[in-house]
C-alpha cells in the first residue's frame, strides 16, 4: 500500500480546520470587514530548526486561495531570536482563521526538527544516522517524520505496511526468534511483496539465529549493552544493517555509534519533544 503524503497533509490540514474554524470564525466576522486585508509576519522567538513553513502555506492558502506569502526562510533553516520566517497578506479574517492552525503545526514540527538537530550533530563525523519510530502523534505521523528528516534525522518505516519488522510480541506469539522469521519469509513468498525485513534481537544468541536463517536485512539490537552491541556487530559482519534501540539517550548516543552500527532509532525524537516558541503578528504593508 502505496500512502501519498500530499493527499495525507491535506487531510490533516482538512481536519484541523474544521477543528477550530467549525461553523465561522465569529470574533473575527463581528470585528473584521469582509473585504479587509492585512498582513502577517512569522516571528520567531527561541532559537532552533523551523519546520512547516510549507505545511503553513497550504493552510494560508486553503483558507484564501488569493493570500500570498513571501517567504524568508525555508524549511531545515537554523533561526534565532527576531528572525522573520514570512510575511503572509490575504484578506485580514482568513488570516485570523489560519494563526492558530500555523502555528500549532509549526511550533510542534520546528520542536521535533530542533531535538533532532540535536541528536544528528551528536553523531557528526560517523556513519550512524539517528532515526525515528512509530511514536508520533496520531494523524500526525507524515509531518513529524517530514521535521525528523528536516532536522536531519532518517526515517524508520512510515507504519506497520511498508516494512516486516518482527518484534518481541511477534516472536512469543510465534513460539521463537526462528519461527517467526520462517513465517515472514512463508508469507512473503506467498503475497509476493516486496517488503524489508528487520528483526528484533533481545541477546546474542538471538542475534546468531537471526543470521543463521538468512533472508533478513537489519537486525535490531533492543537493550543491549555496549559490549553486547560491540560482539552482535561483530558477529553480524556486514551481513545486514544493525540498529540499536532501546534506552539510548543523548548522553550514550555517541557511545553506541562508535560500536558501528548503522543506525539508532530514538522514540525521543517525536514524542519528547518542546515546540519551539514562534509567534505571527500584525505587520504594516
Known amino acids: 500500500m502505496n500512502i501519498d503524503p500530499t493527499l495525507l497533509t491535506d487531510e490533516i490540514i ?11 470564525d465569529h470574533t473575527s466576522l463581528a470585528c473584521i470587514p469582509h473585504s ?18 510549507e ?57 521535533i526538527a530542533t531535538q533532532t538537530a540535536v541528536y544528528a550533530a ?34 524508520h518505516r512510515m507504519g506497520l505496511h511498508d516494512m516486516i ?19 515472514v519469509h512463508a508469507y512473503l513468498k506467498k503475497t509476493k511483496l516486496a517488503l524489508q525485513v528487520e528483526v528484533e534481537t533481545r541477546s546474542l544468541a538471538d542475534v546468531e539465529k537471526a543470521l543463521a536463517l538468512g533472508g533478513v536485512d537489519r537486525i535490531m539490537l533492543d537493550n543491549f549493552s ?5 560482539a552482535a556487530v561483530e558477529l553480524i559482519a556486514g551481513r545486514c544493517e ?15 555509534a562508535e ?3 548503522d543506525y539508532i532509532s530514538v522514540g525521543a525524537l517525536t514524542h519528547q519533544i518542546k515546540s519551539l516558541d514562534l509567534s505571527l503578528k500584525a505587520t504594516d504593508f
Not at 519510530?133 to 528528516?149: C, I, N, S, Y
Open 122 to 155: 551528536e553523531l557528526s563525523g560517523l556513519k550512524t544516522k539517528v532515526i525515528d519510530t512509530r511514536k508520533t502523534t496520531p494523524g500526525m505521523r507524515v509531518l513529524e517524520k517530514m521535521a525528523v528528516a528536516l532536522g536531519g534525522g532518517g526515517n
Open 55 to 111: 505545511v503553513a502555506r497550504r493552510i494560508f492558502q486553503k483558507l484564501d486561495s488569493s493570500a500570498i506569502m513571501e517567504q524568508l526562510m525555508a524549511d531545515g533553516a537554523q533561526v534565532k531570536p527576531g528572525d522573520v520566517v514570512f510575511y503572509v497578506t490575504g484578506k485580514i479574517i482568513s488570516l485570523l482563521q489560519a494563526e492558530r492552525l500555523a502555528l500549532n503545526f509549526m511550533q510542534r514540527l520546528s520542536g
Open 14 to 24: 482538512d481536519l484541523a480546520i474544521r477543528e477550530d474554524v467549525g461553523d465561522g
Open 165 to 183: 519488522l518482527i518484534k518481541d510480541n511477534h516472536i512469543d506469539f510465534s513460539g521463537g526468534i526462528e519461527q517467526a522469521i520462517k513465517n
Open 259 to 261: 560500536c558501528g552500527v
Open 36 to 53: 479587509a486585508m492585512g498582513r502577517m509576519s512569522l516571528l520567531v522567538k527561541q532559537s532552533g530548526t523551523v519546520a512547516g513553513v
Open 242 to 256: 544493525v540498529e540499536s534501540s532501546g534506552g539510548i539517550t543523548l548522553a550514550t548516543l555517541r557511545r553506541y
Open 226 to 230: 555496549l559490549q553486547d552491541t560491540k
